[in-house]
């Protein structure tokens, strides 16, 4: 069975540090659900770990209903390290 889409996928993120993907890949756009309370959300470029190249840095205390263009690639990983309080989606391929 093939499947009907290919390309872009989604994860849904939260108040807590994740990997988005454990292999390569590439960032396309973080949209906020509800407002990050204490910071920046930074995204590296590592499987397992916010260490290593940081690709990516959003503005301070990022709003709910946000949507963030960031494209860029991750030559390892896609970690996403979250401030305090709030949760939305991270697209990426």
Not at 8 to 31: D, E, F, H, M, S
Request: proline share 10%; with cysteine; net charge positive.
């Amino acid at each position: 069975m093939s499947e009907s889409f290919q390309g872009q996928t989604y994860t849904p993120w939260g108040a807590v540090n994740q990997t988005i993907k454990g292999r390569a890949g590439r960032v396309a756009k973080v949209l906020v659900n509800a407002t990050v309370t204490a910071g920046n959300l930074t995204i590296y470029d590592n499987p397992s770990a916010a260490s290593g190249p940081i690709v990516w840095v959003s503005p301070p205390t990022p709003a709910a209903g946000t949507i963030l263009p960031v494209d860029m690639p991750c030559q390892t990983g896609i970690f996403l390290q979250v401030p305090g309080t709030g949760n939305g989606i991270i697209i990426w391929s």
